[in-house]
């Protein structure tokens, strides 16, 4: 979860051994298990299965209704560096019951919530799927004992663990250890290490006992439910999830030490504020799967009336699957097509970065954007679905390659002025994608604004008639293109201006105050 929250496998894949037969047979009743527990839930008025599993907002815009009323929890935790106008409460219909919601209505960019990790990953993690090292890193840390009664609330909780009492949410928690305890069968020695080293430098459970086997697998199970690329946070985990989040996180930076999540809709007052778990806008069939096998809860195979009609393909809604996902499937093709050219792009990028006068990058850059421009054509055509969600990574991707091409300093004039007009040609369907799936105030949409704007100026100032024959919709004279310059340039404006970048000031005066 550019970021982002991925327990069970952002980091990659572990290294160690593939487990034995009868340990993948114990591992797929455990799984059969947990769906049927899933499918057990309560249907909200949608049919959309809801589970109590950490940070689930049902696929049915859950996010967008108000809780009626609300009963709210205060865990032990030290405050974060600024929070905003949002309570933590433990009476949702999902989640596990907790999560954050508005105080009062908000506004897109509203700042609501800044905070530091209380502990990065070890080296030996970056890039991999957490192990057994970082508990072990976690007890090596200087607040070590504070730190592990902290967590003693992440989801699943101590309490939770401890006290299972037969109830369906009990069950999952027991069955989610099940699973874990498999995956580490062969690593006991490396357990009852962690726990001696526990005991050598004093470290207790709150209630004053040791930490037993139990503890270490629950603590990794938590690490990797709520942990996020950039480290281990408190308040960030109790975003619920959401499909079409509410809310957007941006990872701290070398000069950014925070986390820091905003709104990006207009929020009424006791509504869940939201995020997404996952890093990039995939179909409903991915996020199903890749849910589950991260999160374990399951989105349903519905889709909610808001998305329904941005994932049809070919006027059908594909099929979906938590056990499986269909490699062949035209989305799942374009998915995989998307990441391996956003690699490329990326590589490109930096390479570009080193040697900005080496032309053979450059000649990459430009097949690059034909390959892109390609990819646009070819999704479109397989989707059947001018409006279908994935159009935003193709054509953002497409988009970024165009910028990238104009770094050129010995881009000819002529050969700029196609690019400008194939980015035109471009920016202007990812806007309308892209407002029907964020909302018209999302921050994605002031970059693409921008880039359609001084593609336009510069085409209006180099050859106006160009942009007649581009031949866009309800364009057909040289001032409905300026026209549309001067739109897309406010909007540019207007959306920069609900994201100040202020985020450092406030958490000064909150420290401060």
């Given at each position: 979860?550019?970021?982002e929250?991925?327990?069970f ?5 572990d290294?160690s051994?593939?487990d034995?037969d009868m340990a ?9 298990s ?10 909200n008025?949608?049919g959309i299965?809801?589970t109590?599993?950490?940070g689930v907002?049902s696929?049915?815009?859950t996010s967008?209704?108000?809780?009626s009323?609300v009963?709210e929890w205060?865990?032990p935790w030290?405050k ?10 433990k009476?949702l ?10 105080e009062r209505?908000l506004?897109?960019?509203t700042l609501?919530l800044l905070?530091?990790?209380?502990v990065?990953?070890?080296t030996?993690q970056l890039?991999?799927k957490?192990t057994l090292?970082s508990v072990l890193h ?6 070590a004992?504070a730190l592990?009664?902290q967590?003693e ?11 299972g009492?037969?109830d369906?949410d ?7 250890m099940?699973?874990?305890r498999?995956?580490n069968?062969?690593k006991?020695n490396e357990?009852l290490?962690?726990i001696q080293?526990?005991?050598?430098k004093?470290?207790?459970?709150r ?5 037993s086997c ?7 199970l ?7 690329e950039s ?17 957007v996180?941006f990872l701290?930076?070398?000069e950014?030490?925070y986390s820091e999540v905003?709104?990006t809709?207009?929020?009424?007052a006791?509504?869940p504020?939201t995020?997404s778990?996952l890093p ?19 989105i ?8 329904y ?11 979906s699957?938590i056990?499986?996902l ?6 799942s ?15 490109t990028?930096?390479q570009?970065k080193?040697?900005p ?7 990459s850059?430009k097949?690059?954007e034909?390959s892109?421009?390609q ?6 055509d397989q989707l059947?679905?001018n409006?279908h969600?994935l159009?935003i990574?193709?054509?953002?991707l ?7 091409v104009q ?5 000819p004039?002529?050969?700029r002025?196609s690019?400008l007009c194939?980015?035109i040609l471009t920016?202007?369907?990812?806007l309308a994608?892209?407002e029907r799936?964020?909302g018209p105030?999302?921050?994605e ?5 921008l ?6 100026e ?13 031949q866009?919709?309800g ?8 026209a549309?310059?001067y739109?897309?340039r406010?909007?540019f404006?207007?959306i920069k201006?609900?994201?100040?970048h202020?985020?450092e000031?406030?958490?000064g005066?909150?420290q401060?105050?």
């Amino acid at each position: 979860m550019e970021e982002e929250d991925d327990p069970f496998g952002m980091f990659g894949e572990d290294d160690s051994s593939s487990d034995s037969d009868m340990a993948e047979n114990e591992r797929s009743r455990i799984s059969r298990s947990m769906v049927e527990t899933a499918n057990q839930k309560t249907r909200n008025g949608n049919g959309i299965l809801s589970t109590p599993s950490k940070g689930v907002v049902s696929v049915a815009d859950t996010s967008s209704r108000s809780i009626s009323s609300v009963c709210e929890w205060s865990p032990p935790w030290p405050k974060p560096v600024y929070l905003g106008p949002m309570k933590l409460v433990k009476s949702l219909p999902y989640g596990g019951g907790r999560g954050y919601i508005a105080e009062r209505d908000l506004e897109p960019g509203t700042l609501v919530l800044l905070e530091e990790p209380i502990v990065a990953w070890p080296t030996e993690q970056l890039g991999r799927k957490l192990t057994l090292i970082s508990v072990l890193h976690i007890l090596r840390h200087s607040n070590a004992q504070a730190l592990i009664h902290q967590l003693e609330h992440y989801h699943p909780t101590k309490r939770a663990v401890d006290e299972g009492n037969g109830d369906s949410d009990h069950i999952q928690v027991a069955n989610m250890m099940a699973v874990l305890r498999q995956d580490n069968s062969e690593k006991e020695n490396e357990i009852l290490e962690i726990i001696q080293y526990a005991s050598l430098k004093g470290i207790l459970n709150r209630d004053r006992s040791d930490l037993s086997c139990t503890d270490v697998i629950r603590l990794l199970l938590c690490l990797r439910y709520n942990g996020l690329e950039s480290g281990l946070y408190l308040h960030v985990a109790m975003l619920n999830h959401a499909d079409q989040p509410n809310c957007v996180k941006f990872l701290p930076t070398p000069e950014k030490k925070y986390s820091e999540v905003r709104t990006t809709r207009v929020i009424r007052a006791r509504e869940p504020l939201t995020i997404s778990y996952l890093p990039s806008i995939v179909s409903h069939a991915s996020r199903r799967f890749h849910l589950w096998e991260q999160h374990r809860f399951d989105i349903g195979a519905n889709v909610s009336p808001q998305l329904y009609e941005m994932e049809l393909v070919g006027f059908q809604l594909p099929l979906s699957s938590i056990k499986e996902l269909d490699d062949d499937a035209v989305t799942s093709r374009i998915e995989r097509t998307v990441a391996e050219m956003v690699e490329l792009y990326t590589e490109t990028s930096e390479q570009i970065k080193g040697n900005p006068n080496n032309s053979e990058l450059w000649d990459s850059c430009k097949a690059l954007e034909q390959s892109s421009l390609q990819l646009c054509s070819e999704a479109l055509d397989q989707l059947q679905n001018n409006h279908h969600l994935l159009l935003i990574a193709c054509l953002q991707l497409h988009l970024d390659s165009c910028d990238l091409v104009q770094r050129d300093p010995c881009l000819p004039s002529s050969q700029r002025l196609s690019l400008l007009c194939r980015l035109i040609l471009t920016a202007h369907p990812l806007l309308a994608v892209q407002e029907r799936f964020h909302g018209p105030d999302h921050f994605e949409l002031a970059s693409t604004h921008l880039d359609l704007a001084q593609a336009l100026e510069e085409v209006l100032s180099l050859s106006p008639k160009q942009l007649l024959l581009l031949q866009l919709d309800g364009l057909s004279s040289v001032g409905a293109y300026a026209a549309l310059e001067y739109k897309s340039r406010k909007e540019f404006e207007r959306i920069k201006s609900l994201y100040p970048h202020d985020a450092e000031k406030i958490a000064g005066h909150s420290q401060n105050g």
